[in-house]
Each structure stands twice: as C-alpha cells, then as structure tokens.
C-alpha cells in the first residue's frame, strides 16, 4: 500500500524506539517488496533506503518518477554520495532530473491543452471545466518541483553565505589598498561581472513586472533581457533554430514557453525591423542619396508639380512635415531638383530603411531617421545597461556622451608594454599586474600587486588575446589573408599551423582592425587635443601621467615625464584637426567646411560655436553676477589660486606684483612686497576651493569625491572630506559658486544653445568650465570691447586694458596692457573674430548670390538658416544691417572667390575685385521679393508668348519656375502694372541681348523702336533713337551676361577647357553647374548647341583671355589671337572693362591673399580623407544630445518597486532565501548613503534637478540602477553557481507556463460567462409554448409575441385559424386583441426580463406602447401604474409554472385524489403560504397535509433546480460552492444518509426526466417526461391484442451502444450511397439504422410499427408529444442542414447539426414508444441486431407500462 511522504525536518519522534524501529522496518518493506523500487538503480536504492531508516516513507508516484533516471545521472548520484552530501537533497536533485526527462517523453502541455479542446470547443463552459481541472493538476506538479527547488536551494544557503562573507572581506582589503595608492574607489558596480550584473537586473525585472505593488505601467518597457541587440540578431539569423533568444532565462539553455517565444518574435518584427541586416545593407546602399529624391517626394512633383508641398522643401523636416510653401528652397535648386524628377522617375531613389513602417513609402521624422542611422553606423550599445550604469554614475562624461562607437580595450593593463609584460614573464611581471597604471609605470606590480581576482581577468584576457603577439602581427602583415598563424582559433593551433577551420568572419575583422591600425592611446581623445591647443603646457589633463590623472586633471601635480610630454605635443600638432570644434564644422558643413580643411590651425582658434558674439553675452548675463565678477583682483581668479595651491612659495603668478606679471608667469622676478603675499594667503586660505582642480572633482563626481567639500585644504589634502565635511551651508554656497547657469553658452550643440535649451541639453560640467574659464581670460573678446576697438582704435578706452576691472572703469590709456598683448588683440579684432555663423562660406555666397532676396543668412540663428527660414524667422532689421555691411567687405571670403583664387592666382578676376561680382554684373531691378519677373528669362517669356506666357503670368517666383502661371496668376492689377513695364523694357529679353552680342550695331532686334518691329526683325527699318540705343548698349554691357548662369566668365572656361566633357557648362541648371554634376544633370542636345554657339562667338570672354587684357602691355595678346578689328577690339576692351569691376588696393590683394593662404584647404587629398574617416567615427553634438535625451528619459522611466518590497525582492537574488533584517539593514543603508551624493548635470539655475516627467510618488520606492548598485555595495549578491542557474530557468519556465495557463483559463472564463450570458437571454421553449389548463390553441406566447410585433397586419398569424390559412373574422379578432392586450405579459421579451431579474416590464398594468421590436418605449414607461399584488402572483406563478413544469407535476407516490402533491405547493408551504390548504378545513386532512410536506420538504423547485444544476455541472448559485448539495441535506443542512439521497435521486429523476445535453431538442431546454394531455382514460389493453391496422408510421426507438465499427464491417451494412458526409450514417437496412457518434462508438436506431386505426382516432385527439414538432423539423435538418453561422467551418455545423437531431429522435422514440403502447400500438418491431425477440418485447413493455402510470396520475389530477 502507498503510504504518504512526511518530511525528514518535520516528522514527529515516535513515543518509544520500539514504534520507531516498527515504522523504519515498515519502510524498508514497503520499499523492498515493490517492484518500482527494484527496477531502481543501486545508487537510488542506497538513497531511498537510508530515507527510510529515518522513518521517511516513499509514495509509488515517486518511485515511477524516479525510473526515469539515466546512467549518466547515476554517476552523477554516486558522486554526490561520496561527497557525503544530504540524502535528501540528493533525491530533490534527482527527481528533478527524472522529471525532465520524463517531460521529454511525455505528451507535451499544448498537446494535453489540443487534446482538451477536442470537442469541446462548440461549449465554452464544458472547455472552461475541463481546463480548470487541468490546471489543478499542472499546480500539484508546479507545487511538488517547487518544494524539490526549496530543497536545494536550502542546502546551499550557508555556502552562499560563506561565500558572501569572504568576497565582502576581500572586497575591504582591496579598498584599503586603493585608497592607500590615493586611487579612487570606484562604485563596487563599475567592476561587476557583466554576468552578474544582468542576473541582477533581470531578477529585478522580472519582480517589477510580476510582483511588485508599483504601478510600472508608464516606465520603461524595453528592460527584459531578451530585446537587446544581440538576442534580435540571433533571431533574425536563426529564427527558429537560434538558441539565445529562445532560452527561458538569459543564457539558459531551456526554451521559453511557445506564447512567450511568439511575444518576442512579435516585438522582433514590430518594433525593431529597421535593424535587419537588409536594412542596414539597405542603408549603406542609399544613404548618400538626397532626402528629396525618395519616392514620397518625386511622387508628389509628379502629382502636383509646382504646387507640391514637399518636394520643394529647403529641408527634409520641412518636406515631411508639407511645408515646402513655408521653407521652399531656391529657384534654383527647385530647377535642379525637377531636371533630376524628369530623368529619374517613376519612383526615385527607393529607400527602405527609413520608412515609416515595414514596406510603407512614407518616410519616419527626421529624428527616427537620425536615429536608425546612428544604429547601422555606431550600433546601440550605449543603449545597454552598462552603459545606462555607466550615466548614472559619471553623467555627461560617461562612454555613451563620448565614443560615437562602443569603447573597447580602455583598461591600462591592455597596452602593449604591459601584454608584453605578461607574455614575457608571467606571474613574475612588474607592470601588468600592478595595482595601479602608476604602479605599473613605475614597474611595482609585485610590491603593489592588483586584488588576486583582478589579476584573474587580466590573465584571462592576455590568453584570450594571444593573437596580439608582434609574431603573429608579423604572419598578417607578411602574408595577409593568406597567413595560418594569425586567423587561428587558439594559440597552440597558431603554433602547429594545424586547424580544421580559421575563426569567424568577424573574429577576423576584428583582428585586421588591429593589425592595421594605430593603437590609440588615452590622451589622444579630442577634448586632450583641446587641452592642449587651448593651454599648451599648462594643460591640465593632456600632461598627465595616466588616464585616471588625465580625467581628474591632474596633470599639473602628477605629469608624465618631459620625453613622454613631448612625444605627446609632437603628435597634438600634427593632429590639431581632432579638436571638437573641427568635428562641428564638419558635422555643419560637409565638404564646404573651411575650418576643418585648413592648412593653419592658428587661423580658426576661435570657431568654437560658443564663442559667437551671442554666448559670450549670454555666460556674461548669468555667471558675471552670479560670482560677482569683475570686482575682484586679478590674483582671485581661480587659475591663480590653482598656482598658489599647486606650487605654493614657488608659485609664478599668485606672487606677482601686477597681473601683467602673473599673466606672464614673472611672478619670481617681480614679486609683490610680503605684505600683500600674506594678505593672497589669507584669502587663499578661505577660498582654496575655488582652484580648478577642486572644480573640476565637483564636475565629475559631485558629493562622491573626496576634496571639495572639505572642511579645510588640510581635509581635502587627506582626501578625508567625508570623514570631516565643511557645514551644509558652506557647502551649499561652493557648489552655487562652482555650477555652470545659462540657457546658451553651456548647451551641447549649437543648435541647443540658440534655442536657449542648455538646461535640457548641457555640455559636460567639465566642459563648462573650460568655457567658463576662455570667457574669463577673454573678456576683451566681448562685443562690447570690439565695439571700442572698432570705434576708436589704439584710442579706445576698453579693449586696451591690462584688467577686466580697468576696462570696466574705463582706464584703459592708464591701465594698458603689454605691447605684445595689445598686437595680439589688435590681430584678433581685424582676422580671427570671424565666428558667427553668419560668417562661414555657404552664408557669404548666399549673400553674394541673392543678396537681401536671401533666405539664409537673414535668418535669426543656424538653426533656422539651414531650413531657408529667413523670411519666416528674420533677424532683427539692426542685426540685418551689421552683417549686410561686413558682407560688403568680406564677400571675398566666399567660395567662389577663394576659387578664383586658388586656379588663377594673381590673375584671377573675381577676388582682385574691390566689389562682389554678383552685386555689378545683376540689375537692381530685379533685387528684392517683387524684382523675380524683371529678370531677363521672364521678360523673354512674355516678348515671345505674349499673354500666353507661362512664367511672366505666375503669382510668384516659385509657381512661375514650375512653369505654371497658366493655372496659377497673379491679380489682373499686378498682370496689367507687369505688361506696362514690359512694354518698356522688353528689349531686355535675352533673345535682345544675344542679337546685340552676336551683330552689334547690324542687329534686326535689339535696336528697334517697339517689340512689334523686334519680333519682326524690322530693327533697321522701325530703329530706336540714337540715344536709346546708347542706354541699351550700356546695361547689355553691364548686365546682358547676367541673362543666364551659363554665359559667365567660369562656364566658358570650363568649355574652353573641356569642349564636350565639360561637367559645368553642360549642366542643366546653376545647381548641378556648381557642384561639376553636368554629366549626371544634363542640358538638352539643342540647349547645349545654343551655348557652344554662344562660347565660340565669345570665347574671349573667359578669365584667362581677361586676365591678359588687365596685364596691358605685360600681356601676351590672347585676347585679340583672333586679329580683330578695331571695331571689336573696342567692344571686347569696353565689355572687360564694365565686368571685372574696379580692382582692389594692392595692400588689400595682400591680406586676402594671406587670408587664403591660411585657410585654404589642405592640398593633399590624402589628409583630408584621414580626416574626413576620423570624422566620420566621432559623436557629433547633435547625435550626443539625441543620447542624452535617451538616458534622460530611460533613467526617469526606470522601472521602481516599493522600499517595502525590498526583502522580497532581495530574496529573487538570493535563491528565494530570505535576507536577514541585518542583510536588509544595509541595503537601505547603502542606497539612502548613495543618494546623498547623487547629483544631477540637469539643473535649472537654482540647482533643482530637471526632471522629464514628473511624478507624485505616494509611497517610497527605489529604481533598477539603485537596487543594482546597493546590491553591489553590500557584495549581497552571489553569482549563481550551474544548478541555481537552471533552477532559475526552471522556475521562470514554471512562472510563464503559469501566466500562460492562467490566460487561458480567464479567456476560457469569459467565454463560459459570455455562453452563460447568451443561454440567459435565449429564449427557452416554454417562453413560446407554455399554455394553462383551458387555453385555447391561439393563446400561446408566441401569438402574444406575433400580435405585438403585428399587431395591424392582415396576414399575421395571431388572425389566422389553425390551419393557418384562413383569417378569423372581426369578431373573433377584436376577441383574441383583448386577449392579448390583457395578457401582453406572456410575450416572451416580458417573460425573459422575468426570468434574468431585468427590467420589471412585467409588472405594468397595462400593455405599454412598444417599438417595432417589441420592446416599450422609454416614454411609455413614465408613471405607468403597476397591477395589484395578487395579479403580479399569479402572473409570477404562471411564469414559473412555465420555466419549471415539474412544480405542477402531481408526486410519482401520489395516489388518486392527492393531486395538491406537487412542488409548488411544497414551496408555499416552506414560505409560509396558504395555498397548500386549498380551502381545507379538516383539521385530520390538514394535518396529514402538513405532515406530508414537512417530511418531504427538499420536494420543492429549489432543490429540484440544484439537483439539476449539478446533474448538468453547472452552479445554481456561483457565490456559494455549496449550493448545488442543497437536495442532499435536511433543514437543518445536515447530509442525509446516502439511502436517502438514492432515493431522493431517484425521485428527481421520476420528476425531471432525461436532462442531459445529449438529449435536449436543438436549441431547446432539456425535455421533460412526455405530459399527457386531458383526456379521458383509455382502457389499458393486454400486449399483443390484435388491433386494426392503419398507415404505417415510422417512429424511433434507442437501444444499445455497439462497440466502434468502420463502415461494411457488420452483415446488416449494405452498399449504396451514403447521405451524410464524413460516415456520420453508417449504415441503413430496413428499419434499423446505425450511426457513428463523435466519440468513434456507433448506436443503433430501430423503426417501430405505426398505431392502429383506435390509435389514430385518439392521437388526432390528444396533442403530439413535447418536441415533435422539434423533431419533425431536425429530422428534415439531418438531410438538408442549413447554411452555417458566419465563422464556423460548414463540416463542423453539419456533424453538430446531425447529432442534435440525432438526440432529439432519441428522446422522441422513447415518448413515442410510450404514447403507442397507451394508445394501442401492438407490435414491438423485430430487435435490434444481437437482442432476442423475448427481450426485446420485455423491455418494451416495460417502457410502456411506466409511460402509462405516470399517465394515469397526471390524467388523474387534470380530472
């Protein structure tokens, strides 16, 4: 016998040994006398039976589970027996083994779930039941491995702790060591293995997700472990076969369920699809395609042309968002663009990666696409959680505001001197095992070795990276891809050269990149290339000796030696290019950049962005007051007291004289008197804390650093200001001095900063006070002092100060500073203060080219130019003016004159100029926003078209290019002003101006009197006067080449030059000219016909033969090579006079000349391509804001759980095991420590954290990163050894099962209620059938129901007779109207809100006014009065007589004249009524009565409804499990003896009948026993008595179940064809009928006889019986189903629809049979196939004789 399992640590001590020697004997028989236990391995035997000995006993169930053990496990098991390991724990460790592998042979949970629904997915409620009780099933088997797992995980509890004890002391000692070094401890987080790291996030996740009581639902969704990258990667490669992304737990190798699985392949597919491989390819493909050539753009020129809103758009924001009329772009480049549409449709450039969704034409904004662009250039690794660690803790600083790719190798340890170290000598190196980089230059690794488990990584790195070995760079670099050594998988297959296959494509790359490229060490990162060109060898981080000395800056106190620093100054000069600012103008500018391509670093010093004019205003408006600046002495600033601090007595500028002396580090030579040095320490004393270098540990560490908060410099020097802090208010005023305000010169980007975001989007605090500090030591580089030098020169009174103090006071003369100081100034104000943005190339030559027409350079700020927003965002008028009037001066800086310039030299025709070309050669006319239609091409259009033209028609510049005039003119006024004009100036028109220029004086156009004659070539008969003609001649000279772009000096070199291949002159238009694109956007054949025609006929005009006529004498003559005549030499002489303008002042020529020199472009190609890649791998301002708001935003939205939840959530980490109150203790205590010296970088100008959201935190919690970190602080954590990582994975397996199945069973739930729900509101038979004693055949509800619905229509069936053909006449019909008007409530909408306690419609008095569908109308309802109580009884008691006929039915016991036994009257008694007595008034007969009911009162409805309710599994009252049991009980709810309930059950069953689903009528409610209707008695008639024979009627009787049969296999099968698909028939052989029912079982139907001519008479007088007419109609339905119900599969409605009729002839055959016995039906028919004839009469009979006594009691009560 089994005997129950009790645990080992809970078993009760027996009362004596000799109980407990009985019970251990009992055991070990129980155990040796099974077979289960024999088949077991020794190993378990041993295990089972040393259980046993303890008084455990085993059930069967265990020992079957434990047969599933393997031999390799039974090793294992003899293993863990040698250990001397628990018994227990070992059998915990088995079965859980044997239950895997039993689930891998056992029938899967889907499969079980399939196996479920099998035919039970046509009832809701049956399938809800069924799940239910499976799950019950999978929690007894989630409850049994659960407690296994607790088993375990119990007996590796004091190992963890051991454990955890001994990484918490070492953890001590390695702190102690460092601060020992003065090396900063660092977070205990930062040095996490990244495996555990993710253990613990993950935990944490999991717990916020399932169990915290925090509402996550507005946090971060993205922080499962599974939508990193590199899971989406597995996934796209290997779909269904990838291991990683399917594992239950991260690096599990147990797949998640199949929902779960199908959860992340859905977010794969959604959410991340534009990381795909093919996307990415995708990208690289298209990318350097202009936004404006995409499909959604060209699509809408080809739609709207002109009046398309997005293709004309200046910027790709603009297109997207259709505000192309808003921010159009230049006529000309709309020209270039529509060249481009008409050689490139229908589609365009086709780009997939940006689209807005998968495969969708709209593109994604701008910023979606800068950001997937950021993914296929960078990846998302700074989207990790390291990096998410790495912002908490560092701010700005931190890799991912840094790197624009993944940092990799940063450690010190990994450079090459200290690899060789190791590889050289091992464990007996002196560097690479150092506790420091300091150590380890210094060569102390084994006096000042690094903690015994960092020394483990840093082996396990070196072997790991074996291939970095010079031998092996030798194999690449000697033999390349064809090298064995270096593509080995490990070194010893290296040293063999013998390996099947070479490591994997990127392994290899990775190692290529390598090879071939430089080993970039720490300072040469571009902010220490700053340093260095900022503060040469003041420098504070650049000089410093290691990388944590750079960051901190402090290179001053720890500097590398002098060979190292110069080493270092020698590349910084050769790479000044690196700087940050050459980055932004090469982000800004591309190829146009002037600053990042220069050959002279000197000449751009000052195009940081936030040196423009703007930002140095905005620094002085908020840090001057501030810090009250201005009013102190020179020897107060900071970079003073840095030199007090560092250098003390040695000091060069604290101890000057004058600040000129500091300034020039003189200090030595020209000290102050001892007086005033004593007075500078005094106050240095006080404000030690102002030095840079205290700042600078503020900006990067806040409260975590160690100095700045110091009581005393003394404190700080100790580095114990935590042990001895200064007071809060001390505190709080250093930290108001140090922080950075402004809302734009200390933003991340330009952009930020004119938007005034610097609080949103600040620049590092370190890079804050660089600025802060160029600010200070630049204040004579405000605009005010350059205002003063501009105004007064060497007179000025500001700019010429030797002090801030003396500018501000104006004492300049008395206060000046040094000579040299003052030649520098003077340089800066005339060449170096270029650095408005307004000031670079592509805005002078915007200028030079439109002039104040611009869109660009009007603009307000950058940000606002580079979408041509000028005329929607202007600058000030004043503002417009200052940089109109420096345009004047410096057009000569544009890149078509630095062109010029760099081709022709001196000879050049466009730089040499005193005045823009463009502002000689364009009739200022045509200037301006109404000049567009004086233009030469628009007078051309109207003197050829004449009112049909299509340009000079257009309301504007825009339409008029579009060549759409026609459909969009101006006012007929402005058309009207515009011909006027024309009529004056038409000879203009470029058809004019080249008749002038090809036949001079001979010309048939130009010179005519009226533009009828010119169109006539009538100019010598119709001629102009003579003075006329002069002032033509004039502008033709001046401005007849401005006509069109291709005719100036630059196009006809270029066609000199080039002939046919030409790139320029052959383009289609000014834009494609520019940029040398010709051969890609062409001119038509006939247009370049016209030029080449035009540059032979005025090839002199180009600038070589120009240059050679302004060289006079010195010129060679190619100019007239030609030998023209006189006449022509004077036109050539006169025309080169008119536009090479007025040359500028040698001394001009001069200083453009060195100006070009300096910042032209590097002449090597080569440079410029290194510089361009290099570029191209950093992180531009903008992308670095897009970062930050990124980790803004996932910081804020991290996920949180309750501080109250804590203990739990600690347990998740700790294998369920609890934490100690201690353990708990300090975690609370380490989080609320780190939150004191939390710090934001986001503040407002008070110092309050900026926050995105903000949030009313009710109760106290705490984020991911603060659990995580606490954790760590505290070395709670222990790293999961392989069986508590598999636990794990069990029991998330276990978790998401769980959610899986409870899914189900709530969405089988609804559908059970939704089913309940519609049953409720089904209308049941009797709500349409139900008669009382007396009623006519019309007096049904259904006819209630049809007068309703028709209550005037002639043909309604309610005025029929009962054929149902002939109408009742008027009479009758008003007669059956009041009828139905007084019982309006019997219509089965009245008896269905009756039934479900709805709406008391049933209640009125009166038949209210309905709607077409029967229903009352709202208004009819008002104040309707209510009928009297006793008519509401007895409308209640026909309701009810109706839903339940057995409360009328007369008790089975009753005998004659005890008709009042029915149910209804048990109920009245029970309540208290009187109806029981029926006027009574024996008080013998009311005695008998009432102890009658008393003895039987579980015979009423309500027990019959849960005896019912239970025989069908439903619940008669959901809120009480109990109430089904109610018939089972006596009144005072005590079960009765189980007799008794037999025989109660048997009553219910007499009353009921058969109520089973299977025999319910199709759609009906369970059929009830066959009534009989009121008539008289027919004399019983013995079996067998012949009868008259009649008509035979084929009736149907059930019989027995036949074992499943397959079709032909029984004699009585017959061929032929069979009616219903799939064999639902299986056979059909005279009166016998055999069918198949879903089970694969058969049942047998046999046709019975038909009732003589006695029974006919009696049939036609007594009604059919209940579900005739139900069967009639499902027996035609079995041959002619109906069309199915939308959604539901035909084959399946069918086979439902065949088997419902089935049962309904089932249950008709047993009344019928009954009926035909009463009534005189002789014979039985011949038995089924297997049934004798004497057996088959029997129990016919049978049926029959009980059919007619519970016929004979109901006869008997209805007489």
Known sequence: ATVSVLNWRQRRQSNTMKEEMKADARGRRNLKGNNLFENLGDPIKDILLALANEGKEVEDKTLELLSHVTVKQLAKIYEMLAQGEDPETILAWIKRRARKNKAAADLGLDDKKKMIQTGADRDPIAFYKELEAETLKMEEEWAEMEEERAQLRAAKAKQREKERKQRDDKAKEVEAALRAEGIEVRAVVDNYDAKDRNSVNNAFERFANRQSEFDNTEKDQDGEWWKKDKYRRDWERNKSKGKKWQAVVEGAREKATPTELAVREEFYKGNDWWKASKYKQDWEDTREAEWWKEEPYIKDWQQFKGEGERWKAATEAAGLEEEGNKYPCSPEEQARRQDWYKANGPRGVVKQWNAATEGDMEKCSVEEKAEREEFYRNGDWWRTDDSRVDFKHRGMDCDALTYAQAPVDQEWWKGGSYREDFWAKGPAGAKWNAISELAGIEGLGQQKPAADREQEKRVAWYKANWWRKPEYKEDFVKNGKNGKEWKAPTEKDAQSRNYREPVGAAERRKREAFYTQPEEEWWMLPKYVEDFHTRGEDGRHWTAKTRAAGEAGKGIEQPADRPEQERRAAWYAANWWR?????????????????????????????????????????????????????????????????????????????????????????????????????????????????????????????????????????????????????????????????????????????????????????????????????????????????????????????????????????????????????????????????????????????????????????????????????????????????????????????????????????????????????????????????????????????????????????????????????????????????????????????????????????????????????DSEAQANPCSGDEKLAREQWYRRFGDGDAWWKKPEYIEDWENFKDKGRRWTAGNSAAAQANNGHMVSASGPEKGKRDTWYKENWWKSPVYSNDWAKGAQGEGKWKKDKPNEVEQKKRADWYAENRGQPAAPEELKGRDEWYKKHCPEASNGQLAAREEFFKNQLPDDQKAIRMQWLRQRQEKEKRILVEELPDALAAINQGQAPTNKQVAAIVAAMEAARKKEASDFTDDDGKALKLTEEDEEEPSLTQNEFLEAVAATNFFVAHDEDEQEMLGEEEKQQQQKEEQTRKVEEAAYLAMDAEEQKKHEVQAWQRTHKEAGDEWWQTPEMVEDFQLHPEEIDAKWRKEENGETAVGPEEAQRRRDWFMENFWKAPKFSTEWKNDGEEWWKLQDCPELDEDGIPEDDALEDAPEADDGELARREEWYKNGKYPERTRVDPTATAGDSWKTPAMVEDYNNGGDAWKNGITDPNELAAREAWLKENNWKSPAMIDAWKAQQLGQSVDPTNEEANDAWKKNEDGVPVTRAEQAARDDWMRQMCGDIRPEAQAWGGAAAPPAPVAPAPAQPHQPWGSAKESAPVALTYAPVQQQQKETWGSTPQQVSGQNPYPKDAQLVHSGHTTVYRNADGSTRTVQAQGAPGAQGAAAQAAIPAAPGQDAWALQHKAATAVPAAPLGVDQDAWNKQHREVAQAALQQQAAQQDAWNKQHGVEAAGPPPPGVTQDAWNKQHREVAQAALQQQAAQQDAWN
Not at 632 to 655: A, S
Not at 864 to 875: E, I, L, R, S, Y
Not at 980 to 988: E, G, I, L, P, S
């Open 579 to 1015: 700087q940050p600012k050459f980055l932004d103008d090469f982000t800004k500018n591309g190829k146009s950049g002037m600053a990042w391509q220069s050959a002279d670093p000197a000449a751009i010093a000052d195009k940081d962005w936030w040196k423009q004019p703007e930002f140095i205003v905005n620094w002085i408006g908020t840090m001057r007051p501030k810090r009250q600046m201005g009013n102190e002495e020179w020897w107060q600033q900071p970079h003073v007291i840095e030199d007090y601090i560092i250098r003390g007595p040695g000091g060069r500028k604290w101890l000057a004289r004058d600040e000129r002396s500091g300034r020039e580090k003189r200090a030595q030579e020209a000290p102050a008197d001892e007086h005033t040095q004593l007075a500078r320490q005094e106050w240095y004393g006080s404000n030690w804390w102002k030095a840079p270098k205290y700042q600078l540990e503020w900006a990067q560490k806040g409260r975590k650093g160690n100095a700045w908060f110091a009581a005393s410099k003394d404190v700080a020097d100790q580095f114990l200001a935590d042990q001895q802090p200064a007071d809060d208010e001390e505190i709080a005023a250093r930290q108001h001095w140090y922080r950075p305000i402004g809302s734009m010169w200390r933003a991340v980007s330009e952009e930020n900063g004119f938007e005034k975001k610097a609080q949103e989007f600040p620049c590092t605090k370190t890079e804050a006070i660089v600025r802060d500090e160029w600010y200070r030591n630049n204040w004579w580089k405000a605009p005010e002092y350059a205002q003063d030098w501009e105004k007064h020169g060497a007179a000025g009174q500001g700019w010429l100060a030797g002090s801030e103090i003396s500018a501000k006071q104006g004492a300049g003369q008395e206060d000046p500073c040094g000579p040299e100081e003052k030649q520098m100034r003077d340089e800066w104000y005339r060449n170096a203060r270029d650095n408005e943005w307004w000031k670079e190339p592509q805005f002078i030559e915007d200028w030079t080219m439109n002039g104040a027409d611009a869109v660009r350079w009007t603009a307000d700020g950058r940000p606002n130019a580079v979408k041509n927003g000028g005329k929607n965002h202007p600058a000030l008028p004043e503002e417009k003016a200052h940089r109109e009037a420096w345009y004047t001066q410096n057009w000569w800086k544009s890149p078509s004159a630095m062109q010029d310039w760099k081709k022709h030299a001196e000879d050049g025709s466009v730089w040499t100029r005193n005045s823009a070309p463009d502002a000689d050669n364009v009739d200022p006319e045509t200037k301006g926003s109404e000049g567009w239609w004086k233009k030469p091409e628009v007078i051309g259009d109207w003197f050829r078209f004449g009112p049909e033209g299509k340009q000079w028609t257009a309301k504007d510049e825009s339409v008029a290019a579009a060549g759409r005039g026609n459909k969009d003119p101006a006012e007929a006024d402005e058309l009207a002003a515009r011909e006027a004009w024309f009529k004056q100036n038409w000879w203009k028109a470029p058809q004019c101006s080249e008749d002038w220029a090809a036949k001079g004086q001979e010309g048939d156009k130009w010179c005519a009197a009226g533009s009828e004659a010119a169109l």
